[in-house]
């Protein structure tokens, strides 16, 4: 396999975004982001700036290595910017019709023989792939948030992923100083298939009243030895995205089990979206997170 990847683009410039684009250019690649809000993609780069600092002050990064890693990344909104990139990494917001829009959008500018990765938490890595020019040359790249900290990275093959494809991503993500695990072209994959169902069941127990935010979480927390909450964990990932998992799951698995929950729905309409809005089961506002019930 003679295929060298320089640089990586990335649209999206969200949680997973600019950690992506974090991750790329730390490891050395020349990184395009792009977001169809032009503010977006700028506060996508304030933030990677912010969080390559904290791990400088951590000692985990050097200041000058810092600067270059920086300087490696460009933002903006125009599809243009991608020619020359040989990876293009998709981490816009989880919906089937906007992810189809921009592959439509990016086959158009993109070289013949550049791969196109999604990171979507939950949709058919088939039926994306299906939508591009290149179905042998499209595979799922599934981070965890937040990328520059958690280790793993889903790898998923769609029905058509050529081999070479999938063997070229597995070993960036090592390359990335990722633990790829493989998981099939089901529904949320493995770690969303098993996460979400848990987070739905917890909303179901504070909307039947079961327990408080507080009780909810701090059982889960001392009960089970998990670091966050599960209501702490929806906010965190984002209500809407934990929203159009559970439908994904529920409609690709056509079993009632995964209905989601009435009042993340409702979370979600009223645009309490968690943490990236201001609130969700936490109200956000002040110094300290405050539950909301
Ligand atoms: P986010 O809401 O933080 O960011 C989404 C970004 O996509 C926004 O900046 C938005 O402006 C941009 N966007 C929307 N429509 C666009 C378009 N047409 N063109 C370009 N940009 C567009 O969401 P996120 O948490 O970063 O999630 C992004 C993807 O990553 C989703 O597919 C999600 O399922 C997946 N994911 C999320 C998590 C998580 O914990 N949040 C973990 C793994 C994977």
Same mark, same amino acid.
């Given at each position: 396999m003679s295929f060298e990847i320089k640089k990586i683009g990335v649209v999206g410039s969200g949680q997973m975004g600019n950690g992506i684009a974090h991750v790329c250019a730390k490891a050395g690649y020349d990184v395009f982001m792009l977001d169809s809000n032009a503010d977006a993609a700028k506060d996508g780069l304030v933030k990677i700036d912010h969080n390559m600092e904290r791990e400088v002050s951590r000692g985990q990064f050097d200041a000058a290595a810092k600067a270059k890693a920086l300087a490696r990344i460009t933002a903006g909104t125009?599809?243009?910017? $991608?020619?020359?990139?040989q990876l293009v990494i998709e981490a816009a917001t989880e919906d089937e019709t906007i992810k189809k829009a921009i592959l439509t959008e990016l086959v158009a500018v993109l070289p013949a023989d550049a791969l196109i990765a999604s990171n979507t938490s939950s949709i058919s890595i088939t039926r994306l792939g299906a939508h591009t020019d290149r179905p042998g040359k499209f595979v799922g790249m599934h981070f965890m948030n937040p990328v520059p900290r958690m280790e793993l990275v889903e790898i998923i093959r769609g029905i058509a992923t050529d081999e070479d494809t999938y063997a070229i991503i597995r070993e960036l993500a090592v390359k990335l100083g990722k633990t790829p695990v493989n998981a099939e072209?089901?529904?949320? $994959?493995i770690v969303n298939r098993i996460l979400l169902p848990m987070i739905n069941e917890a909303i179901y127990t504070l909307y039947e009243g079961v327990g408080s935010v507080v009780s909810i979480d701090t059982a889960m927390k001392l009960?089970?030895?998990?670091?966050?909450?599960p209501l702490e964990l929806a906010d965190f990932i984002g209500l809407d995205t934990c929203l159009a998992v559970m439908h994904v799951l529920h409609e690709g698995l056509a079993?009632?089990?995964y209905r989601p929950c009435p009042l993340l729905v409702k979370y979600v309409e009223a645009g309490w979206l968690g943490r990236k809005s201001g609130r969700?089961?936490?109200?956000?506002?002040?110094?300290e997170p405050v539950p909301t019930r």
């Open positions: 125009n599809y243009k910017d $991608f020619k020359d990139c072209d089901f529904p949320a $994959f009960g089970t030895h998990h670091p966050m909450g079993d009632t089990k969700g089961f936490y109200d956000y506002s002040g110094d």
